[in-house]
């Protein structure tokens, strides 16, 4: 999978792209990472990207040309390829949208800055604008950097065995159970014994308990949608 991004800030990504599980999927050439300059693709000395709003008010928009151009000059390497702007008027990003972009071959992000972008790119070259929540970002690159890094994750290969998908929350729809490791006591707290018994049985069960717990405690919106198995719902009232 290749994610092209668009930024007037492209040293943000640096660390994140070499470092950890995207570091390791770049280095094998699972993910390919290009960043674009948008201030490249801005004309004049002065290569100037942003300018006052029409209609007055406070704030400054990104003009629609550099980023336009920017746009024209990223190779498509296939029909599935997605064009998306991080914008807090988008779809909210969750881990279903992170399965469907998975499956493109290419994720063109465009971050913007400043009060946004003018509309005219969005009509013309943007097919999906998407949001990582409901709070207000300096930019779109932490947004992106969040994008890239759910979905890199899902393409095949990028997980080791070590880390793998399938015990992850959101996968069922539910939160995780609690972890521990060594040591077995740490400042006077013990680890719980089910986990010491190495019965297998009872350490599933005992998990699955702790996830439904902890997900109808917390986050009980997210029981609507989880994936829940018969023995689910019997523990599930039996919680209630
Ligand atoms: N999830 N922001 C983008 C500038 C902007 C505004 C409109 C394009 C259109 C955000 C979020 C977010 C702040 C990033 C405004 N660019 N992005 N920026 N929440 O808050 O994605």
């Given amino acids: 999978m290749r994610f092209d991004v668009l930024t007037l800030f492209p040293d943000l990504f640096a660390p994140f ?8 999927a770049v280095q094998q050439g699972k993910l390919v990472v290009r960043l674009t300059n948008i201030r490249d693709h801005a004309r004049g000395a002065h290569r100037v990207t942003d300018d006052r709003p029409y209609g007055g008010g406070s704030g400054m928009v990104m003009k629609a040309g550099p980023i336009v151009r920017a746009l024209s000059g990223v190779e498509r390497i296939s029909d599935r390829c997605r064009v998306v702007l991080l914008t807090p008027q988008g779809r909210l990003f969750n881990q279903d949208l992170a399965w469907e972009l998975a499956d493109l071959d290419q994720l063109i992000l465009v971050c913007g800055r400043y009060e946004g972008v003018d509309e005219r790119v969005l009509e013309g ?14 930019g779109g690159e932490a947004a992106a950097l969040v994008v890239m890094d759910a979905v890199g994750r899902l393409v095949p290969g990028v997980l080791g065995s070590e880390d793998s998908n399938r ?70 009232s039996d919680l209630a």
């Fill in 17 to 24: 792209v070499e470092q950890g599980v995207m570091g390791r």
């Fill in 125 to 138: 070259s943007v097919d999906q604008e998407i949001s990582i929540g409901d709070y207000v970002l300096s």
């Fill in 167 to 236: 015990d992850d929350s959101f996968e069922d729809g539910l939160l995780e159970h609690p972890h521990y490791t060594r040591p077995r006591v740490f400042e006077g707290r013990e680890v719980p014994e089910v986990l010491l018994s190495g019965d297998h049985e009872r350490i599933r069960v005992w998990r699955r308990v702790q996830a439904l717990k902890r997900t109808l405690d917390r986050r009980p919106d997210l029981l609507e949608r989880a994936r829940l198995t018969e023995e689910d719902k019997k523990i599930l």
